[in-house]
């Protein structure tokens, strides 16, 4: 028992709960918060949401916590953004030390989907063009605006919009700069950045290297990106344009959006690339149309890509799954994606992580709604069942935007929104397979027989 709970598999989630904790209890300190008090619950919400980069807040960021507070809060941002076991895997590296075959699977199978990569280089790259478009964000916004960016500021916002957090030091977000194009435009290259991947960023950089060097070499090529980078860059432009598309036109039907269509664009613009698990704003959520929070519920579900800063199921995920419906209803054998055929092994875990999410997301919703209509009557909570579907999509997709109800979660809600964006940010199927690496495959077979179905 005791080498299974410190498998690869269990390993991050030991990491995940630990920083959280450790986390908690800085931001529990007084000199956290030496304007007020912060109860133990929500320090460990607030710290769950940044490990997370969920962007969830029980709390205003930048009037509430102190400098410190604010600074444990950037470093949790920063390790759940490149995620704990990166850390520690480059830690031990830079030691000296040996990482272990599985350790090398482990890692190779989150962030590159590829075991056989040079793992020391790798992270070092990751790590260094984080800090690098960490840092090209901080001085393209202080440029920007010197006054609502200040240095602090900007190294915030940076760091948390391309680690996908969605944290902020204005009560309300972004909104002050809706109209503003350079803003906006900085904010969205860095969530894109951010939930893309890094063998996405990596293998893009390496095309535009190739292509500056000796352009005549890329027309030898068929492909010139790998099946998972195309699929990924496809998916994720498809997604944001059908999402500017439908809030465009919802908000206008309403006649809820901005008078300038210049304005009207960017404001559905940047709330489309937002919903891939940013978490920031330039509208009030709360005021948006019903038609825009549905099809912004499918958007955060979906999230961004593997190996990236995002949460949720994935485009990858979201891709395979259109087409195996697609695939059936053409009556075809294989599940064509691209280029490629997916296998049966990988449509059982494309499934497995859809039938998860939707049962994590449907009982969360019963419980958060079950929970606020115990002492009020119920037709207020089925009113209610819309906002409280969105906070646990938000929660689990680590999306972080809110139509208001955070601050007013009690306790039980509190916990159990933690609870989700813990297993959002883990991703069901890795704890799935932690579990499943518990128990032995069996040593035989039953007959199988075919059952009627629909």
């Known amino acids: 028992m005791r080498i299974k709970l410190l498998s690869p598999y269990w390993l991050p989630v030991w990491f995940f709960a630990g920083a959280i904790l450790a986390g908690g209890l800085m931001l529990h300190l007084d000199a956290s918060h030496p304007g ?18 969920t962007g969830l807040a029980v709390v205003d960021t930048g009037s509430y916590f102190s400098r410190f507070g604010q600074n444990v809060i950037l470093l949790l941002i920063q390790m759940g953004g490149l995620g704990i076991m990166t850390f520690t895997t480059l830690f031990l590296h830079l030691l000296g030390k040996h990482v272990s075959l599985n350790d090398r699977l482990a890692v190779g199978q989150s962030l590159l989907r590829d075991p056989s990569f040079s793992l020391g280089k790798f992270l070092t790259r990751i790590v260094v063009a984080t800090f690098i478009l960490e840092g090209g964000g901080a001085l393209a916004l202080w440029l920007m605006d010197p006054v609502g960016f200040h240095p602090y500021s900007a190294i915030f916002h940076s760091i948390s919009a391309f680690c996908n957090a969605g944290f902020s030091l204005y009560s309300d977000s972004l909104t002050q700069w809706s109209d503003h194009w350079g803003i906006n435009t900085i904010f969205m290259v860095l969530i894109t950045a951010g939930g893309l991947g890094f063998y996405v960023l990596n293998e893009c950089a390496s095309i535009a290297k190739k292509a500056v060097l000796d352009p005549h070499a890329l027309r030898k090529k068929a ?19 059908v999402g500017t598309v439908v809030i465009f036109v919802a908000e206008g039907l309403a006649n809820n959006a901005p008078e300038t269509l210049s304005e009207r664009f960017l404001t559905s613009l940047f709330q489309s690339v937002t919903c891939r698990t940013a978490g920031f704003n330039t ?12 099809f912004m519920l499918v958007l955060m579900l979906v999230g961004g890509s593997p190996g990236s800063c995002a949460g949720g199921i994935k485009t990858t995920t979201f891709s395979a799954l259109c087409s195996f419906v697609v695939s059936q209803f053409k009556g075809r054998e294989q599940v064509r994606l691209g280029r490629y055929a997916l296998s049966q092994q990988a449509m059982n875990k494309i499934i497995s992580l859809v039938v998860m999410a939707g049962l994590l997301v449907g009982v969360g919703t019963m419980v958060l709604t ?3 209509s115990v002492n009020a009557n119920y037709l207020m909570g089925r009113e209610k069942f819309m906002v409280n579907m969105f906070e646990v999509i938000s929660a689990f997709g680590t999306v972080g935007l809110s139509t208001g109800l955070t601050p007013n979660l009690n306790g039980a809600e509190k916990t159990m929104i933690i609870l989700l964006m813990f297993v959002g940010r883990l991703g069901p199927i890795w704890l799935l397979s932690a579990l499943s690496s518990w128990h032995e495959e069996p040593r035989y077979k039953l007959p199988t027989a075919d059952l009627p179905l629909g």
């Not at 990924?232 to 432009?237: A, H, P, R």
């Not at 509208?283 to 549905?294: A, K, Q, R």
């Open 370 to 372: 079950s929970l606020e």
């Open 283 to 294: 509208v009030d959520i709360g005021s948006m149309t019903n038609v825009s929070l549905v």
């Open 36 to 53: 007020g008090s912060l109860s133990l619950l929500d320090a460990l919400f607030t710290a769950t949401s940044a490990m997370c980069v």
């Open 223 to 241: 492909y010139l990106l790998s099946w998972h980078s195309e699929v990924v860059l496809k998916t994720s432009i498809l997604l944001v344009v």
